[in-house]
Nanobody
Framework: QVQLVESGGRLVQTGDSLRLSCVGS????????MGWFRQAPGKEREFVAV????????YYGESVKGRFTVSRDNAKNTVYLQMDSLKPEDTAAYYC???????????????WGQGTQVTVSS
């Protein structure tokens, strides 16, 4: 089992950068693909990024490609989401999730964090 805790969300301005962290507990962290999703009020949860469990290969949603970077430090049981050139439309609750495959489908993830709020002002 994996327990996940996100942090780093806050109010920022358009064009700012922000780094989110997700710390996992449990031995399964290093063998899990780690994804980031986000959900804005009134909208469905959206895939943001994922990093695979072994090769470190990463994939991104179209709306964040080129601006966000996902990375992981298995020694610290932590996955990061570096967000640059933030836009108001990036405002959402951001969730990390652990799963067996590097997928954009939230159904492929078994464990979820509680979320951290990112608000980008214009």
């Amino acid at each position: 089992q994996v327990q996940l805790v996100e942090s780093g969300g806050r109010l920022v301005q358009t064009g700012d950068s922000l780094r989110l962290s997700c710390v996992g507990s449990g031995r399964a962290f290093s063998s899990s693909s780690m994804g980031w999703f986000r959900q804005a009020p009134g909208k469905e949860r959206e895939f943001v990024a994922v990093i695979s469990r072994y090769s470190g290969t990463s994939y991104y949603g179209e709306s964040v490609k080129g601006r966000f970077t996902v990375s992981r430090d298995n020694a610290k049981n932590t996955v990061y989401l570096q967000m640059d050139s933030l836009k108001p439309e990036d405002t959402a609750a951001y969730y990390c999730a652990a799963g067996g495959v590097a997928s954009a489908n939230q159904k492929d993830y078994d464990y979820w964090g509680q979320g951290t709020q990112v608000t980008v002002s214009s």
